[in-house]
């Protein structure tokens, strides 16, 4: 497999609005907050996150020709992203997400609109087949329509390429359940586990349990990220628990699209999965640290010095 290829992360790309408050939520009327405007999308920021990890990526995304769409390809391809699998395309409108962040950090509620991602087609897939086969893994989020992500599976099969899946949110990943075990590494959040693994998932006890489900079916790596808890993942050998850092939540947004970056970087590099999660951790907190979706300090030289401390 070419180490140097780029790794290809199919998926949404979208423009995030986020309205953090200034004090609590008040129902029925306007709420003064702290409103910032960027780009955002799952695989678009795994992307991201790769480039700044210095690992190449090629984005696989659709947007509209509109001010939304510009915004997001632009924003990306500054960031140093491939961005030419992202199909131009009025039949949908572009990605776009809202959170609704409360005065102490926390995700009130987060409203979704990637329908753009099904555009992305088996025929659109088939132009970078090329690159998909040469790449040391693919990423796909689960926006995408389970014919495509079929489609892709075959082909990452035939070629011997893994496969890694990003569940995005409970409804989506439960379209994937039976997919499981086709798949080289599942990142599912607590709720996202559930869905997959049919197992509740409530502490570290019950998410190493599910983690230990999903590899049962099939997948090679499982990793639950649990927020405040940290992480927990197994393997066919292997269980383990890493705790969360310390850190001051600036903006939740994004810090689990770090970490499913720092799990793709280290394992395309062969680094113990242990470490993989330990620093994918890292690359949370430093993420929940930003007011940005995407940390701009984040390289695999800070992630590595937050090790060592």
């Known amino acids: 497999m070419d180490r140097e290829a ?35 999308g799952v695989a678009r920021n ?35 992203v491939d961005v030419s699998g992202v199909m131009i395309t009025c039949d949908q409108r ?14 009130l509620a987060g409203l979704d609109d990637s329908s753009a991602a099904r555009a992305i087609s088996p025929e659109w897939i088939d132009l970078f087949a090329e690159q998909i086969r040469r790449a040391p893994m693919v ?20 070629a011997g390429v893994p496969v890694a899946l990003e569940p995005v949110a409970f409804g989506l990943a439960t379209r994937f359940q039976e997919r499981v075990g086709r798949f080289s590494l599942v990142i599912p959040n607590a709720l996202e586990a559930e ?4 197992l509740p998932v409530t502490d570290t006890a019950t998410a190493i ?6 590899v049962s079916l099939g997948a090679d790596i499982a990793v639950i990220t649990l927020a405040g808890q940290g992480a927990a993942y197994a393997t066919t050998s292997e269980v383990g628990h ?19 970056a720092m799990l793709i970087y ?12 330990r620093l994918g951790v890292i690359a949370a907190a430093l993420t929940l640290r930003s007011p940005e979706t995407v940390a701009p300090e984040i390289t695999l030289e800070y992630v590595y010095a937050q090790l060592e401390l």
Do not use: W
């Open 195 to 198: 869905a997959l693994s049919g």
């Open 242 to 260: 890493v705790p969360a850092m310390v850190t001051d939540v600036v903006d939740p947004t994004g810090a689990g699209e770090a970490l499913a």
């Open 209 to 214: 349990k599910a983690a230990r489900r999903l």
């Open 139 to 158: 990423l796909l989020d689960a926006n995408l329509t389970r014919a495509t992500a079929d489609y892709v599976l075959n082909m990452c099969e035939q």
């Open 46 to 80: 795994i992307a991201e996150n790769l480039v700044r990890l210095g690992t190449p990526a090629l984005l696989i995304a659709a947007v509209c020709q509109d001010d939304f769409g510009r915004a997001i390809l632009e924003q990306t391809k500054v960031a140093g």
């Open 266 to 277: 280290g394992l395309t590099n062969d680094i113990p999965i242990a470490e993989c999660v």
């Open 94 to 107: 572009s990605a776009s997400y809202i959170a609704i962040i409360g005065p102490t950090q926390e995700l």
């Open 6 to 40: 780029a790794i290809v992360v199919i998926g949404a790309a979208s423009l995030d609005i986020k309205g953090q408050l200034v004090r609590d939520f008040l129902p029925g009327t306007s709420n003064a907050a702290s409103v910032r405007i960027s780009a955002g």
